[in-house]
């Protein structure tokens, strides 16, 4: 019997055939939030008791597999996102104490660099994607702490190399999600602070008017 917060997640194909479901056990975003560049496998999150959120990588070489740990430590890691050459993750972790954005490899787990400086966004409640890779790879984009946009070049290869991250210039404040388009260009969401209903409190509201 499956208790309270088990789930369960079916891959479908897409003429709507059933190709894989996965069952996970306690809550968690899903064990499917993005898929790699090939299909073969795909990232999620998972909160466990022991290690707090955790990146979590599920491989498609059969219909029996079942999440594993990518990354699994004493901190919250979240938001991870593949590159475009389906080598590296981006993802969110606190490990500092602090929200920022690190880089792994995913040939091997241990290999980390911590890209931010300054501290990352993390919108617990929304699950919002906070940070994305250009098309190209060549670029990380994330939201830094004061929910800037900010930018790193980023060059695979033995040592990796990771240029200091800056703020992308014309960028408005406020910013609380964003992705990567075609063509280089950037979707971004921000709260410009007018847009807001404005919360009206209502005293007495059992009394009719004139006191009657």
Do not use: C
Request: glycine share 10%.
């Amino acid at each position: 019997m499956k208790g309270a917060s088990d789930s369960i997640t079916h891959v479908l194909s897409a003429d709507h055939r059933e190709v894989a479901s996965y069952a996970v056990t306690g809550p968690g975003v899903g064990p499917i939030e993005q898929w790699s560049p090939d299909g073969a496998f795909a990232l999620g999150t998972r909160q466990v008791r022991a290690t707090g959120l955790d990146v979590t990588l599920i491989r498609f070489n059969s219909s029996a597999a079942r999440p594993e740990p990518l990354y699994a430590t004493p901190a919250d890691e979240e938001g991870a996102r593949i590159s475009p050459s389906g080598r590296l993750v981006a993802y969110l972790g606190n490990q500092s104490g602090r929200m920022e954005v690190y880089l792994g490899a995913l040939a091997d787990s241990a290999a980390r660099w911590q890209v931010s400086q300054d501290g990352a966004y993390s919108e617990e409640a929304g699950r919002a994607v906070l940070l994305d890779w250009s098309r190209d790879g060549h670029t990380l984009y994330f939201i830094d702490a004061t929910q800037h946009l900010m930018s790193a070049s980023i060059a695979e290869g033995s040592p990796m190399a990771i240029g200091r991250p800056a703020r992308v210039a014309g960028a408005p404040d406020g910013i609380v999600d964003l992705s990567t388009a075609p063509g280089g260009r950037l979707l971004i969401l921000h709260d410009d602070k007018r847009n807001r209903v404005p919360l009206t409190v209502v005293t007495d509201w059992r009394t009719p008017p004139g006191g009657k």
